[in-house]
T-cell receptor
Framework: GAVVSQHPSRVICKSGTSVKIECRSLDFQATTMFWYRQFPKQSLMLMAT?????????EQGVEKDKFLINHASLTLSTLTVTSAHPEDSSFYICSADGGGWKSEQFFGPGTRLTVL | KQEVTQIPAALSVPEGENLVLNCSFTDSAIYNLQWFRQDPGKGLTSLLL?????REQTSGRLNASLDKSSGRSTLYIAASQPGDSATYLCAVRYGGQNFVFGPGTRLSVLP
């Protein structure tokens, strides 16, 4: 099956710093990628939809100036958490669409962000 | 509002039992439905994908059914094993491309 990678897998940072998370589709091209956030013992909540070559679409309540998304190529999307605070600590997961509305979404392994 | 619920929230069974996990969705105009497994602190592993035109999918000991009219899907796990212990997530795809996830069922299979 298709493989999606995320880097880093775990990051610990100080409050006020910015953190960049990469999501890559390794063996297929993904015009659309999705970013989710998962708090402990909760399900995944969609943050934004990332489209190659255009601006991301953010879900209601997600600050676009805080969570910067760049989808510069068909295999890479990045999420930058700017001026991170402890409440941003969470598990961030990306997924990539295999193509067409009938296709599967393939998920990355996730990035655990801890803001001190 | 499109919502997905899962019952039960948690389940503990002895090894070898057959079990059923339930997923319900409020809007039946779905494109497809996908079942995932998530181990603690890990990402998602896709188990089964059912298109809106299909009624069931099978993979090994897993069988997923879909009843769009009633807004339900079930995941059947045969002869459960301790290695099946994980959280099982149901996700429904509507218009657009993203999924709406259920809260998950935490499964523990005791040896």
């Amino acid at each position: 099956g298709a493989v999606v990678s995320q880097h880093p897998s775990r990051v610990i940072c100080k409050s006020g710093t910015s953190v960049k998370i990469e999501c890559r589709s390794l063996d297929f091209q993904a015009t659309t990628m999705f970013w989710y956030r998962q708090f402990p013992k909760q399900s995944l909540m969609l943050m934004a939809t990332s489209n190659e070559g255009s601006k991301a679409t953010y879900e209601q309540g997600v600050e676009k100036d805080k969570f910067l998304i760049n989808h510069a190529s068909l295999t890479l999307s990045t999420l930058t958490v700017t001026s991170a605070h402890p409440e941003d600590s969470s598990f961030y997961i990306c997924s990539a669409d295999g193509g067409g509305w009938k296709s599967e979404q393939f998920f990355g392994p996730g990035t655990r962000l801890t803001v001190l | 509002k499109q919502e997905v619920t899962q019952i039960p929230a948690a389940l503990s069974v002895p090894e070898g039992e057959n079990l059923v996990l339930n997923c319900s969705f409020t809007d039946s105009a779905i494109y497809n439905l996908q079942w995932f497994r998530q181990d603690p602190g890990k990402g998602l592993t896709s188990l089964l994908l059912i298109q809106s035109s299909q009624r069931e999918q099978t993979s090994g000991r897993l069988n997923a059914s879909l009843d769009k009219s009633s807004g339900r899907s079930t995941l059947y796990i045969a002869a459960s094993q301790p290695g099946d212990s994980a959280t099982y997530l149901c996700a429904v795809r509507y218009g657009g491309q993203n999924f709406v996830f259920g809260p998950g069922t935490r499964l523990s299979v005791l040896p």
